[in-house]
């Protein structure tokens, strides 16, 4: 009797910390549950959106989540034949890859001459060039704007925006890049002198390849900031034919006070997939390069 209570006891006490466990896994799977219901809860709306047909859409009797008439894919063919939305797209990806090479020539060569050369004030120079990256954009757009107009003549082109971006980009990326290549050991670049490297062998064969994740960091945020903006483009750009997502959209598919709802969410979904796509492929990079530059860059 005795032996059967002392086991019913350790069955007991086993089975306590794996109901615990247990409570612990449903607990996180619910909590993750709602963050990404949270998370895919408006691209659903926007796909069902631009999926409606018109009438749903001001429908007050339909309900605004789900649709009574027949789906269509009448608003993504508005949007592509009516405006010019393939334009804009176009000039959007132009501006941002053009952005992008500019601030990887500038930043990767930038940081690891603030992170390995030794000249007086490379510090102070690098908080100060971190801090012009704070300057809120609404006080730069006036000068920036004089500046493309009566320098690089590149006024209402989309030009002017690469000419512009590249200012908000270059600081705070060339702050991530000395951060990553800080944190680099030294003693690897040091060991490919001895084999008879040049400097510029090593930083090719030994820092670059080491640095992906910092590198495919700033690529990913020069390219998306490029993208988002929407001061500059809105102050330095009016031709249609010239015009980026961000500015052509709104100016184009709000007249007064019609709202083209359909083609407004289309054409925000297209390139929110795009982006989060790319996000996702490059995350573990992304995540990587974030927290090296950021806890070695101080």
Same mark, same amino acid.
């Given at each position: 009797? #005795? +032996? ?7 069955? &007991? ?9 247990? *409570? ?6 619910? %909590?993750? +549950? ?39 894919? &009448?608003?993504?063919?508005?949007? $592509? ?7 804009? +797209? ?22 690891? %001459? ?11 120079? %690098? ?30 082109? *989309? ?29 690897? &670049? ?31 945020? +020069?390219?998306?900031? %490029?993208?988002?903006? $929407? ?6 750009? #009016? ?46 990079? $992304?995540? &990587? ?10």
């Amino acid at each position: 009797m #005795s +032996a059967s209570l002392t086991t019913r006891a350790e069955v &007991e006490r086993r089975r306590r910390p794996r109901g615990k466990h247990i *409570r612990k896994r449903v607990l996180l799977y619910l %909590a993750l +549950a709602f963050y990404l219901f949270i998370a895919c809860f408006p691209v659903y709306y926007m796909l069902v959106s631009t999926l409606k047909n018109d009438y749903d859409l001001i429908d007050p009797n339909v309900n605004p989540f789900w649709f009574k008439r027949p789906l269509g894919l &009448e608003h993504f063919v508005y949007l $592509f034949t009516q405006t010019h939305f393939p334009t804009w +797209a176009f000039n959007t990806l132009i501006v941002a890859a053009c952005v992008l090479g500019i601030t990887l020539l500038v930043c990767v060569p930038g940081g690891y %001459a603030l992170a390995r050369l030794r000249f007086p004030g490379a510090q102070n120079f %690098a908080i100060g060039m971190f801090m012009t990256y704070l300057v809120p954009p609404i006080l730069l757009f006036l000068p920036l704007n004089q500046l493309v107009a009566n320098v690089f003549n590149v006024v209402n082109t *989309r030009w002017a925006l690469v000419v512009v971006l590249p200012t908000i980009t270059i600081p705070f990326c060339i702050w991530l890049m000395m951060g990553f290549f800080k944190q680099v050991p030294r003693d690897l &670049e040091e060991a490919a002198w001895v084999d008879g490297c040049t400097r510029w062998q090593a930083v090719r064969r030994v820092m670059l390849p080491i640095s992906i994740p910092g590198i495919l960091t700033v690529a990913i945020f +020069a390219f998306t900031l %490029a993208m988002q903006d $929407f001061l500059y483009a809105l102050v330095m750009i #009016s031709p249609s034919a010239e015009k980026v997502i961000n500015t052509g959209v709104p100016t184009e598919l709000i007249r007064g006070d019609v709202y083209f709802w359909g083609e407004l969410l289309a054409a925000a979904l297209i390139p929110g997939l795009i982006v989060a796509f790319v996000y996702n492929l490059f995350l573990d990079y $992304f995540i &990587e390069g974030v927290t090296g530059g950021a806890l070695a860059g101080h």
